[in-house]
């Protein structure tokens, strides 16, 4: 490099990966053999032996062409190891081994770019530059580049978000960066109980109740409905994303502490677990990459994997209308509610024997509430039938747009607008206004 700035900008890259090395990095060894290449490239830079060092950036840029796509693929291969290898997202600190690997390449980048290089030697490649055949070539291939890259960094700044389904990467991503490890003691994702609490309440549910798509807990109904009843009452969350009715009565008698009150929050897929592997399974309704190839590619990388499965996939009306009717259907075969019907009994049957009141929490399919009422009728008569209060969430979300009550449009989770309504309903029968 022939400009001092430049010089001690390379420099400064080296320094600043070596300090970095005072935060012990996960592959330490790995990391310290590329800083010593690194000090000894560079120190050798301002050596006689400077002019051999740029041998090959010289003999690049004899071909400016082939130098061009030196320098994108350089830039796209390096990127892309990074995101492929480390999946980089909002929600998550970088390493110190990851900041030592960009101020490397960005070291390297700075080698190819302007080891060795003039003015004189500019004018000359962009004059070749200007007659080649390739340059147009080139010029397409790198706006699509920056295309990808700007897309691909704009979606894992701002688009670690959650789906319906749980297919997409972003969703793996918002799991592991907000909620997977975010749990208590007692491996839910919740504050930790109080034992000291007069008035006990457990919510029992699923991904509706641990607040599937919503960033902070303090924004989920089991949270909001704490806050709004103040000391003396102490909420804890008995739900996971995923639980179907099957296994809930077990982690509702195996909790340490004994609740006063049982919220069930109920999801129509509850039923999912009688269905999973039948004709009617809400699941079939979707297609999922069988080419190794391009399932690699979907899965390492927001930009594919949103065409694939939120485009392509989700916007599907007929898919969507599917798979709702497939779950309703479920409600309307006694093949199926019967077993239903008797696992919600048994929670029943549990509450009571523990002189525990159970209010229960029905959720419709929030973007189709009326396709959702042959089930939630179904759901209704029975709990009417035990003598157990409902809270039917149906008719308090009507009043509101559905792109308000859902986390995204890909995503018909409840978003913070449908927790808050859901803790309004049930505070006054838990206060038993």
């Not at 559905?402 to 890909?410: A, K, Y």
């Amino acid at each position: 490099m022939n400009n001092r700035w430049l010089n001690g900008l390379w420099l400064l890259i080296v320094v600043g990966a070596t300090l970095l090395l005072l935060t012990p990095p996960p592959d330490e060894t790995l990391t310290v053999l590329a800083i010593v290449v690194l000090w000894a490239l560079t120190l050798l830079s301002f050596t006689p032996l400077r002019h051999t060092l740029g041998l090959p950036v010289r003999w690049l840029r004899r071909i400016p062409a082939l130098y061009w796509f030196a320098l994108l693929l350089y830039i796209c291969l390096t990127l892309g190891y990074w995101v492929v290898t480390r999946q980089p997202t909002y929600g998550r600190w970088l390493t110190s081994d990851e900041f030592i690997y960009l101020l490397a390449c960005l070291w390297g980048l700075l080698y190819l770019a302007f080891y060795d290089a003039d003015q004189q030697q500019a004018r000359a490649m962009g004059t070749k530059l200007a007659t080649s055949k390739l340059t147009g070539i080139l010029i397409a291939l790198t706006t699509i580049a920056m295309i990808l890259i700007g897309a691909e960094t704009w979606m894992r700044l701002f688009y670690v978000t959650t789906d319906a389904y749980t297919f997409t990467a972003m969703n793996y991503h918002w799991y592991k960066n907000f909620y997977w490890g975010r749990y208590n003691s007692l491996g839910y994702r919740d504050y930790e109980p109080n034992p000291d609490a007069q008035t006990r309440i457990a919510v029992l549910g699923d991904s509706f109740a641990a607040g599937h798509g919503i960033d902070n807990i303090d924004d989920t109904f089991p949270q909001l409905l704490e806050q709004r009843l103040g000391a003396g009452y102490d909420i804890n969350l008995i739900a996971n994303s995923g639980w179907d009715t099957d296994v809930e009565l077990g982690y509702l008698d195996s909790y340490p502490y004994r609740p006063n009150i049982v919220i069930l929050s109920y999801y129509l897929n509850d039923i999912q677990y009688l269905i999973r592997y039948t004709s009617i399974s809400p699941d079939n309704n979707f297609n999922f990459p069988q080419d190794p190839t391009l399932n690699w590619i979907v899965l390492n990388f927001f930009v594919p994997n949103y065409i694939y499965y939120n485009l392509l996939q989700f916007t599907s009306p007929t898919r969507t209308n599917n798979h709702t009717a497939d779950m309703v259907s479920a409600y309307t075969d006694d093949t199926y509610w019967l077993p239903q019907a008797q696992q919600l009994t048994n929670i029943v049957n549990w509450t009571r024997d523990h002189d525990a009141r159970l209010i229960v929490l029905l959720w419709p399919q929030i973007a189709m509430i009326d396709a959702s009422q042959p089930a939630i009728q179904r759901l209704r008569e029975l709990f009417d039938s035990l003598g157990v209060e409902v809270v039917d969430m149906s008719e308090p979300l009507r009043g509101y747009e559905t792109s308000q009550l859902i986390v995204n449009r890909f995503d018909t989770h409840p978003s913070i607008v449908a927790h808050r309504i859901a803790a309004d309903a049930l505070y006054p029968l838990v206060v038993g206004q």
